[in-house]
């Protein structure tokens, strides 16, 4: 069976020349995401007799539904459920670049980080403790340099693992914002349907940051009143 | 009963991004030392690049260095895919010798316009090299950063400016790396006025006509085709701005990524990425027009009229003829009115056209062939109207896929034949007022 | 003292108070790390004098003046 990845990360972390690495050009696909703009590059690499499906989702900072890049990426990773996510984060620009790792947990996907441009976060004056950022996350995180094709071989060793033991990211919030979670997701849970198409905790997160198209989704729903008495 | 008001404020969407960050600030607390390490490389390149009285000058040369490397650097490769070109039409003439169709058809129909065309892959390819390395190595951003008030209060976001680069090299890449400008009205200016800019494909109509109608005066008639291209690329933005994408261009929040020296390796696969669209292009649209203008002038309505004919009355004759008559107050005749048809299919076509149609081989004879029968302001007038109208066919193609509107590719096609038409109209009564409409005159 | 991001000058460093505006900017703002609590440090204009570049989290972003506008931070920095 072939394995779906797929490879999400900020803008300028070095993403394609990491799909570069995993997929030669020649068995590249490019095309576009059905009915947008926005370039859709797949293609296929076997690693240990198995084969995987690697999937470039376009770069972004967020999943918001506001930007085309960010809905087709959130759309894709929703609908799509893909075995693993990649989530590529610039080590020189750890903090900002742990936001969409955090988005991504929030989704309850099952991630890989793949800790990039590790030779520069150094020249910064870096210095990442990648097994303590691994536990304190709870996903693996590999070190690579892409540019000099440092680091592959542990990230396809990394994606394989993730595929043959799916560990779902989870993110726990201070307990003042749990307790909300808790309560829309106790009222989500009532539309079956809804919740399993979902994860039950990032619609409440979505919710509560009243997003266009969770709102619309709950709007069809006959949840509607008792969840704006959490908000009222 | 806790309200989400009572937890996160007036604001919760703003509140919880600050909430994640906070999150992160824990994580990283214990997983992340930094040393001071004093100003980075990054950060003094930047002293000078980003400089208040430097920075829109080292812009300026930047864009000219770029230009330049395209030119220079190209000239050795010119010459090695000219002797290929050669060497490759001259094997196909010996082993098709005897049969006299299939000879026309591959040494003037192919080889005779090829050999002058595909030399100029050289210049496209390398600009787009050069274009590659500085936005690898994080330069674009900083020239976007630089540029966006000035293209601002022109109606477009300091990003199309990397659209409007690219835009030298070949327009269809161009138009599609569009995609990078967030907000439709952006997005679509920037596509509907990129057309305009003089892309790498044009160039061999200027070098046959400049050296022809200006000798001594080439470059710097080819200087101003490429100015007149930027001009008319920014009133097109700013009329689009004005009348039917009215309102503010996008916000400008925008990373500055740290500098960095591209690998080879990466800037050639991303030369390449780009490249390979105006090869797909040549491959076919060049190719195609090549065979059916050949076809269509080696064949009339009395049949095949053999080796080096009499164009006049072929197809292409008879198609020249029918739109004559719209050209005539810019001096054209029906040989330059059927080059511009065939000039649709992919621009360089008209030299190619132009060659079969006088019957002569090589730049030189049909320069000479040109200066026999048209005038300078004639001359000007054809290359403005290459310039401007219509791209060719495959640039229609991607607009159409880039705008996803049959309107807006019509809008884009109608409004480049009637600018080409009123400047080339222009040029030509400004040059015969100053007694460059005389044929042989210069 | 409370003031508008956009009034600092070169070199100035203040904590983020509140990030106003309209939806999907103000997001993307906060989204980018400009958010109430955040230390940002005014870099440089544009030589034209606009868009703006401040370094935040640790990277350089810039905004336009008129975005800028929108966020308030307070110049009395802590630590």
């Given at each position: 069976m072939t394995v779906r990845v797929a490879l999400i990360g900020n803008p300028n972390v070095g993403k394609s020349v990491i799909f570069n690495n995993l997929v030669p050009g020649a068995r590249q696909h490019v095309g576009n995401w059905p009915g947008k703009t926005v370039e859709k590059k797949t293609g296929k690499y076997r690693y240990k007799g198995e084969e995987y499906e690697l999937v470039d989702l376009p770069g972004c900072y967020s999943l918001t539904a506001r930007a085309v890049d960010e809905l087709v990426s959130r759309t894709y990773i929703l609908?799509?459920?893909?075995d693993v996510v990649v989530d590529i984060v610039d080590a020189s620009n750890v903090e900002r670049n742990l936001y969409l790792t955090l988005l991504l947990m929030e989704l309850e996907t099952n991630i890989v980080v793949a800790l990039n441009q590790m030779d520069v976060a150094k020249s910064k004056g870096y210095t990442i403790r990648t097994e303590a950022l691994a536990s304190r996350l709870g996903v693996p995180v590999v070190e690579t340099i892409a540019t000099q094709k440092v680091g592959m071989e542990k990230l396809k060793a990394a994606i394989e693992n993730a595929a043959k033991s799916p560990k779902p990211a989870s993110l726990t919030y201070p307990s003042d914002i749990e307790d909300l979670i808790e309560k829309l997701v106790t009222i989500l849970s009532a539309d079956a349907s809804l919740v399993t198409h979902h994860p039950a905790r990032w619609l409440a997160i979505k919710l509560i940051e009243r997003d266009k198209e969770v709102l619309e989704m709950i709007q069809e729903t006959t949840l509607d009143s008792k969840i704006e008495e959490v908000f009222a | 009963m806790k309200r989400v008001k009572a937890v996160l404020g007036d604001d919760p969407e703003i509140a919880f991004a600050e909430r994640r960050y906070k999150m992160i600030g824990g994580i990283l607390e214990e997983c992340l030392t930094k040393t001071e390490t004093g100003m980075t490389f990054s950060d003094k390149l930047d002293k000078v690049l980003l400089n208040k009285y430097l920075g829109i000058p080292i812009f300026l040369i930047l864009v000219w260095a770029l230009f330049q490397f395209s030119i220079e650097a190209s000239g050795v490769f010119m010459v090695i895919i000219e002797t290929a070109l050669v060497t490759v039409g001259a094997f196909f003439g010996t082993l098709l010798e005897g049969n006299e169709m299939a000879t026309s058809l591959v040494q003037d129909g192919i080889f005779g316009g090829f050999a002058f065309i595909l030399p100029f892959l050289a210049p496209i390819f390398l600009m787009f090299l050069g274009i590659a390395w500085l936005e690898d190595s994080g330069y674009f951003a900083r020239a976007a950063f630089v540029m966006d008030k000035l293209l601002r209060k022109l109606g477009v976001h300091g990003k199309t400016f990397i659209p409007m680069m690219l835009g030298f090299g070949c327009n269809i890449p161009a138009i599609m790396a569009c995609r990078s400008i967030e907000g439709e009205k952006d997005r679509m200016i920037s596509i509907l006025s990129n057309p305009y800019i003089s892309c790498g494909a044009r160039l061999p109509v200027y070098v046959l006509f400049a050296a022809a109608f200006f000798p001594g005066f080439e470059g710097s008639v080819i200087f101003s085709m490429y100015m007149l291209g930027l001009a008319v690329a920014i009133f097109t933005a700013w009329l689009l701005r004005k009348t039917l994408f009215k309102g503010e261009p996008e916000p400008f929040i925008m990373e500055l990524p740290i500098y960095r020296v591209p690998t080879l390796r990466e800037s050639v696969l991303h030369m390449w990425e780009r490249g390979v669209v105006f090869l797909k292009k040549a491959g076919t649209w060049l190719f195609l027009g090549a065979i059916i203008l050949w076809f269509m002038s080696a064949f009339g309505p009395a049949g095949y009229l053999g080796i080096d004919p009499d164009v006049s009355v072929s197809y292409t004759g008879i198609l020249g003829g029918l739109i004559q008559p719209i050209f005539a107050p810019l001096g054209f005749d029906w040989r330059l009115g059927a080059a511009l048809i065939f000039a649709f299919l992919a621009k360089e076509i008209a030299v190619e056209s132009l060659g079969i149609i006088f019957a002569v081989e090589g730049d030189i004879a049909i320069g000479g062939a040109l200066a026999g029968v048209f005038s300078p302001a004639t001359a000007a007038a054809f290359m403005i109207f290459i310039l401007l109208y219509i791209p060719c066919v495959a640039a229609v193609g991607t607009i159409k896929s880039e705008t996803n509107s049959w309107k807006w590719t019509l809008f884009s096609v109608v409004y480049s034949i009637i600018i080409a038409y009123v400047i080339a109209a222009i040029a030509f009564a400004l040059l015969s007022a100053i007694g460059l409409g005389v044929i042989g005159g210069a | 003292m409370e003031t508008k991001l956009s009034d600092l000058k070169s070199g100035n460093i203040a904590t983020v108070t509140k990030v106003a505006g309209s939806g999907a900017v103000k997001r993307r703002i906060a989204d980018m790390g400009i958010t109430p609590g955040a230390r940002i440090e005014m870099i440089r204009n544009a030589p034209l004098g606009d868009p703006i570049e401040f370094k935040v989290r640790g990277y350089l972003l810039t905004l336009r003046r008129s975005e800028a506008e929108d966020v308030m931070v307070s110049t009395e920095v802590q630590r």
């Open positions: 609908e799509e459920k893909p | - | -």
